[in-house]
């Protein structure tokens, strides 16, 4: 069964860089655009980053353009997530997801595989 496994999460301080990595337990995702999502308590859920199937074509965020940045190893079947400058506002369980397509979105529905999430704590 195609699993998600998000790792990396922790608690950091205003500032403080993180990287967020995403392990695919099988390279059936390599041809999927794959995403990134947050959810704060109360709050919906937030597209972060998306990456296209080949690592050709990103999105970020406007919250997050300039301090985050996505990059994916489909060797390694790996997603990872960058986040330079974290916020308290940056703190949240944050999630990677499979697209259906090829390319990315910031909408929700189009991912099918869905991780259990990472919490990500920035302390001011």
């Known amino acids: 069964q195609a699993r998600l496994r998000e790792s990396g999460g922790g608690l950091v301080q205003t500032g403080d860089s993180l990287e967020l990595s995403c392990q695919a337990s099988t390279r059936m995702f390599s041809n999927n655009g794959m995403g990134w999502f947050r959810q704060a308590p109360g709050k919906e859920r937030e597209f972060v980053a998306g990456i296209s199937w080949n690592g050709g074509s990103t999105n970020i965020a406007d919250s997050v353009k300039g301090r985050f940045s996505i990059s994916r190893d489909n060797a390694k079947n790996t997603l990872s997530l960058r986040m330079n400058d974290l916020k308290p506002e940056d703190t949240a369980t944050y999630y990677c997801?499979?697209?259906?397509?090829?390319?990315?979105?910031?909408?929700?529905?189009?991912?099918?595989?869905w991780g259990q999430g990472t919490q990500v704590t920035v302390s001011s």
């Open positions: 997801a499979a697209a259906i397509r090829a390319f990315a979105s910031s909408d929700p529905t189009a991912y099918r595989y």
